[in-house]
């Protein structure tokens, strides 16, 4: 996380740090793995965005532009993969049970985000129910569905 910091307060090390870990990572696994399923001619990656990805109230500055990147290169992937064979979805999750702690660094952001997230943020997912929806995308159930970010929110995202 990003401790909810406005990019007035994003320094490089944090930038760099949320981005190694969100948009690195997942590219470079991707990258890893897109030969081994265009031998097979088949395959299907869940890419885990956010639903900072989704809208600009969920998060700071540098995890929110991470998971929209997240979205951008899940979508990219499904337009330049799909005619192959393969598939590429990502889930957006709102609150989700997990040992990650998410603080108020940041006063503005407290008092701008503050008020909103009380209003609207529904009650936190389990592992389970996270995993219930990636399980979906991977399994032939979802065979027809490619660059699909699905909300799996409880709802936030209907607000």
Same mark, same amino acid.
């Given at each position: 996380?990003?401790?909810?910091?406005?990019?007035?307060?994003?320094?490089?090390?944090?930038?760099? +740090?949320?981005? +190694?870990?969100?948009?690195?990572?997942?590219?470079?696994?991707?990258?890893?793995? &897109?030969?081994?399923?265009?031998?097979?001619?088949?395959?299907?990656? &869940?890419?885990?965005?956010?639903?900072?990805? #989704?809208?600009?109230?969920?998060?700071?500055?540098?995890? /929110?532009?991470? @998971?929209?990147?997240?979205?951008?290169? /899940? @979508?990219?992937?499904? &337009?330049?993969?799909?005619? +192959?064979?393969? +598939?590429?979805?990502? &889930?957006?999750?709102?609150?989700?049970?997990?040992?990650?702690?998410?603080?108020?660094?940041?006063?503005?952001?407290?008092?701008? #985000?503050?008020?909103?997230?009380?209003?609207?943020?529904?009650?936190?997912?389990?592992?389970?129910? #996270?995993?219930?929806?990636?399980?979906? #995308?991977?399994?032939?159930?979802?065979?027809?569905?490619?660059? /699909?970010?699905?909300?799996?929110?409880?709802?936030?995202?209907?607000?």
């Amino acid at each position: 996380m990003d401790n909810f910091a406005p990019i007035h307060e994003v320094d490089d090390d944090l930038w760099d +740090r949320v981005f +190694r870990i969100n948009v690195t990572a997942l590219m470079r696994l991707t990258r890893a793995v &897109v030969p081994l399923m265009l031998d097979a001619g088949t395959g299907s990656v &869940v890419n885990v965005a956010s639903e900072a990805g #989704l809208r600009g109230s969920a998060a700071g500055a540098a995890y /929110t532009a991470s @998971k929209h990147a997240v979205v951008g290169l /899940t @979508k990219n992937s499904a &337009v330049m993969y799909g005619p +192959r064979g393969l +598939r590429f979805n990502a &889930v957006a999750p709102g609150p989700t049970i997990t040992n990650i702690v998410a603080t108020w660094g940041s006063q503005l952001a407290a008092e701008r #985000l503050g008020p909103l997230m009380q209003a609207t943020v529904p009650i936190p997912a389990t592992a389970s129910q #996270l995993a219930a929806s990636i399980t979906f #995308l991977l399994s032939d159930d979802g065979t027809n569905i490619n660059g /699909t970010i699905l909300a799996s929110d409880g709802g936030w995202s209907a607000l």
